[in-house]
């Protein structure tokens, strides 16, 4: 059997406790937080061999999207100003924008997929993905593809 990984997306809230806390030692890892694996492993609650057994296969969806192209699908209602205010979000945390697509709107509402390239942005995917889902105007957002 060849040894070709499968990669699935997983709500954080269905893994493991020990992948969640790899995840945080990493991270206080690369933000400098801690300098040491034994430091990171300590400050999270789990054995120096359980990061190392699995620090190489778990990796947050942000880190995996970054320098990627990413599809956005947003239902919008059909109101002025609501995809300039979208836009202005793709704007704000330095996403690249490279298209934009809209239905003719009905019932009240258009549905928009925009693509960007995120290798500059500011905040995490998940954090970017709250913005717009609070930006008035916006009945859904969610990543389509990426």
């Given at each position: 059997m060849a040894?070709?990984?499968k990669y699935y997306i997983i709500e954080s809230g269905a893994l493991p406790d020990v992948f969640l806390k790899v995840a945080e030692a990493k991270r206080l890892l690369e933000?400098?937080?801690?300098t040491t694996v034994n430091e990171a492993t300590r400050r999270t609650g789990?054995?120096?061999?359980?990061?190392?057994?699995y620090r190489d296969t778990i990796l947050p969806f942000q880190n995996?999207?970054?320098?990627?192209?990413i599809t956005f699908q947003l239902m919008l209602h059909d109101e002025p100003g609501v995809l300039s205010a979208i836009l202005a979000c793709?704007?704000?945390?330095?996403?690249n924008i490279l298209t934009i697509n809209?239905?003719?709107?009905t019932g009240g509402c258009a549905l928009v997929t925009i693509t960007a390239e995120t290798e500059?942005?500011?905040?995490a995917l998940e954090d970017l993905l709250a913005d717009l889902q609070t930006t008035g105007g916006v009945v859904r957002a969610e990543v389509l593809a990426g």
């Open positions: 040894n070709n990984p933000t400098g937080e801690v789990i054995s120096r061999s359980a990061f190392y057994k995996m999207m970054t320098g990627r192209i793709f704007a704000r945390w330095h996403a809209q239905t003719i709107p500059e942005l500011k905040i």
